[in-house]
């Protein structure tokens, strides 16, 4: 088992004390669209669940390519995950800033470190 902790986000920021994991062993899709990716795992054998990232951007092209890039970022991390390359829960998003950084995601004409607006997990 491979566990990844996503901390929740909401208005650009870090909810103290709700972060989430996920095997990423049961990750089965991962799906961009607009502003959003949506990385859908299997709960058990019969639920399915979604961690979804909301994004913000100065036009839909950026909304795009940042989502793109979350997916890219996530993609990658599993796969180490996956190859024994990193031991422990690996923190997918430690701070904010950082986050950004080694996704590369921005908000043109936004404030610092805002392209991420929300993680959500249903």
């Known amino acids: 088992m491979h566990l990844m902790k996503i901390n929740k986000v909401t208005t650009d920021a870090i909810v103290a004390n709700t972060p989430f994991y996920i095997n990423t062993s049961s990750v089965s899709k991962i799906v961009t669209a607009a502003a959003t990716c949506v990385v859908t795992f299997n709960v058990d054998a019969d639920t399915p669940g979604t961690i979804t ?20 970022y996530f ?13 422990g829960v690996f923190n997918l998003i430690p701070t904010i800033a950082e986050f950004h950084t080694v996704t590369g995601i921005v908000h043109t004409g936004g404030t610092a470190n805002t392209a991420l607006i929300t993680t959500a997990i249903a």
Do not use: H, P, W, Y
């Not at 909301?54 to 890219?72: F, R």
């Not at 993609?75 to 031991?87: H, I, P």
């Open 53 to 72: 990232f909301t994004v913000d951007g100065a036009d839909a092209a950026e909304k795009l390519l940042n989502v793109t890039k979350i997916a890219d």
């Open 75 to 87: 993609s990658d991390t599993m796969c180490q995950l996956e190859q024994g390359l990193q031991r």
